[in-house]
Nanobody, 121 residues
Framework: QVQLVESGGGLVQAGGSLRLSCAASGSIFSIYVIGWYRQAPGKQRELVAT???????NYADSVKGRFTISRDNAENTVYLQMSSLKPEDTAVYYC???????????????WGQGTQVTVSS
């Protein structure tokens, strides 16, 4: 059983910073992609930032220069440092991973339960 557990959300004023963490645990053979998505009320879930096993990163245009994704491979943990936050960053942030739980299984998509980030103006 694989679990993705997020932490670090909360309420912050515009211009402030927050750091999200996501720890992947359970039966994990290999992680291919791990990162963050977000969903604001009434909107579709969207990519925020991802980290591939090759070490490359991908950011949404709306967060480039403000958010930084990083990863601790030894701990299967991914972080999202969010700076210069704006009210439009308000959303539920979800951790996502594409991973193989066992060598004989195909890669599968996993989601965390989400953590609320609220940015006040």
């Amino acid at each position: 059983q694989v679990q993705l557990v997020e932490s670090g959300g909360g309420l912050v004023q515009a211009g402030g910073s927050l750091r999200l963490s996501c720890a992947a645990s359970g039966s994990i053979f290999s992680i291919y992609v791990i990162g963050w998505y977000r969903q604001a009320p009434g909107k579709q879930r969207e990519l925020v930032a991802t980290f591939t096993s090759a070490g490359s990163t991908n950011y949404a245009d709306s967060v480039k220069g403000r958010f930084t994704i990083s990863r601790d491979n030894a701990e299967n943990t991914v972080y999202l440092q969010m700076s210069s936050l704006k009210p439009e960053d308000t959303a539920v942030y979800y951790c996502n991973a594409v991973l193989r739980s066992r060598i004989e299984r195909p890669p599968e998509n996993y989601w965390g339960q989400g953590t609320q980030v609220t940015v006040s103006s």
